[in-house]
């Protein structure tokens, strides 16, 4: 039974019970001023003068400040600051026993609980603060660590960016966040640890949620690939024997020869192939092919890497010309052979030369023995070498012109020389021209319309003083034949250069004044 009943009275030998309800055991909190609950029952009346309770070595009564005892529940408040951060809490129940004296069994009875008052810790991010990463693909991560409540993944948020990830975007494995991204060579990065809260039982989690913690790093962007063509050059022209070429190619971290790719007319060429070759910033290439006289060449540096991994990001290409022959005497003014009745005729030599073109600064022009050259004495207008020099000849005369010296201008390569020099013989007869025409007067042009030059056939009685010109259609001078003194004859005048059209050739003299109208048409 419950009491024992002897002749001095009744006994309780029934001890009361006692267990803590508040806050779990092992539970961590976030409360400063966690409470303490037990309850004590007992079946006839607890004496709660015989609680002892044991917080981390210090004993408390019911006469302690701060123990409490409402009906069957023992309550201890802790005054302000009584717990720190990272606490454990080690809380006995030493002595308990009802008004008969019987004590609570299994004492002590022990809760334990932990304190922590402190958001998560953030260290170790990866990639480190201010690096400079070589890869595109990488994770970035930071370690993140709360004791004693331990991270609460469902919490945390981060940026990459300006990108917000939450829980569910980036792997946690319970000490690291971790997110793989990709970026561009030259990106800078910024990460951000927005928001992270623990695992505390009570009073919520801590929370990390004030001024971001972020770090930057930034993603290596390799040197830029440089390339040109060094010769030839774009449009330039080229009298090798071989169209060889040679190209500057250059990276700050070097050039990986393995990813060069060349390619000429149409062939593709590597480093492994005997036509080309690298070295010193250089890469070398011997066309295994003769140059061709007029032929357009195509070359292209297709690729090339760097040893960090940068590209050459368009391709670098040529087209150029080869020439191998010199310049072409098309014709001459006058011609070969012709009779000139004047003493002061143009004398000129039509010249073509392609691709590369006729170099004027080596043009000589001999007559008669004497070198005339550009420009003082020779002019040159894309077509004509003609002698600008005062020359009078005699009347009559045989003269002799020689184009001495004719090159071209290949950019690349020596000069194609005219060899030997190109020679015509014209004769000079005024005196009694007028013999050789019917008597009056005349001013005729053969042939109409032409196309290059046409001739001028003036009949005079007899000399006259005056000038001999051709004119456009809005009355401009563009040509002076002849001036002072004028006899009969035939003048030549080369339309190079005019657009066809309708022109005038006028004499103008102390005794006639007449015009004639001619037509190019080219």
Wanted: aromatic share 12%; hydrophobic share 35%.
């Amino acid at each position: 039974t419950d009491v024992v009943d002897t002749s001095a009275g009744t006994y309780d030998t029934i001890p009361p019970t006692a267990g803590f309800i508040y806050p779990d055991h092992y539970a961590v909190t976030s409360c400063r001023d966690q409470n303490i609950f037990l309850i004590a029952r007992d079946n006839t009346e607890v004496d709660y003068s015989s609680i002892v309770l044991r917080l981390n070595s210090v004993n408390y009564t019911v006469d302690s400040s701060g123990l409490s005892v409402v009906g069957d529940t023992i309550r201890f408040e802790p005054p302000d600051d009584f717990y720190s951060h990272n606490d454990t809490i080690l809380v006995l129940l030493t002595s308990l026993s009802d008004t008969a004296g019987n004590s609570v069994e299994g004492l002590p009875l022990e809760l334990v609980f932990y304190t922590d008052f402190e958001p998560p810790e953030f260290y170790n991010p990866m990639p480190e603060p201010s690096s400079v990463i070589l890869d595109t693909m990488i994770a970035v991560s930071v370690n993140i660590e709360d004791i004693p409540a331990g991270v609460n993944p469902t919490s945390l948020s981060m940026s990459v960016n300006g990108e917000i990830l939450s829980y569910g975007d980036f792997t946690w494995d319970g000490e690291r966040i971790s997110y793989e991204c990709s970026f561009s060579p030259g990106d800078s990065v910024e990460v951000c640890l927005l928001r992270a809260g623990d695992n505390a039982r009570y009073c919520g989690s801590n929370m990390f949620a004030g001024t971001p913690y972020c770090w930057s790093f930034s993603i290596y962007e390799p040197p830029a690939i440089e390339a040109r063509f060094i010769s030839p050059t774009d449009g330039a022209s080229l009298s090798w024997a071989h169209p060889d070429c040679k190209l500057f190619l250059h990276s700050e971290d070097g050039i990986d020869p393995m990813s060069i790719v060349f390619e000429a007319e149409e062939d593709t060429y590597t480093i492994d192939s005997p036509e080309l070759d690298f070295a010193n910033d250089t890469l070398y290439f011997d066309a295994p092919f003769e140059t061709e006289h007029g032929r357009e060449y195509n070359y292209s540096l297709l690729s090339a890497e760097s040893i960090s991994g940068a590209i050459l990001e368009t391709a670098v290409s040529i087209t150029f010309f080869g020439d191998i022959e010199p310049p072409d005497v098309i014709s001459t003014i006058p011609e070969n052979g012709e009779t000139i009745h004047t003493v002061t005729p143009e004398i000129a030599f039509e010249i073509v030369d392609e691709p590369a073109g006729v170099n004027p600064y080596v043009l000589r022009i001999n007559v008669d023995g004497t070198a005339y050259r550009y420009p003082a004495g020779v002019d040159w207008d894309g077509e004509y070498a003609t002698v600008t020099a005062p020359i009078e000849f005699s009347d009559p005369d045989t003269v002799e012109v020689c184009l001495a010296s004719c090159g071209d201008r290949v950019a690349f390569g020596s000069p194609n020389m005219l060899v030997p020099p190109y020679c015509f013989t014209f004769y000079v007869s005024v005196s009694g021209i007028e013999e050789d025409y019917p008597s009056g007067f005349s001013l005729l042009a053969y042939p109409v319309p032409f196309n290059s030059s046409v001739e001028i056939q003036l009949n005079l009685e007899r000399s006259v003083d005056g000038n001999l010109c051709i004119f456009n259609q809005k009355g401009q001078l563009l040509k002076v034949l002849q001036e002072g003194v004028i006899t009969s004859g035939r003048y030549i005048w080369n339309a190079r250069g005019f657009p066809s059209g309708v022109y005038f050739c006028q004499l103008t003299s102390d005794k006639y004044n007449d015009c004639v109208k001619i037509i190019l048409l080219k």
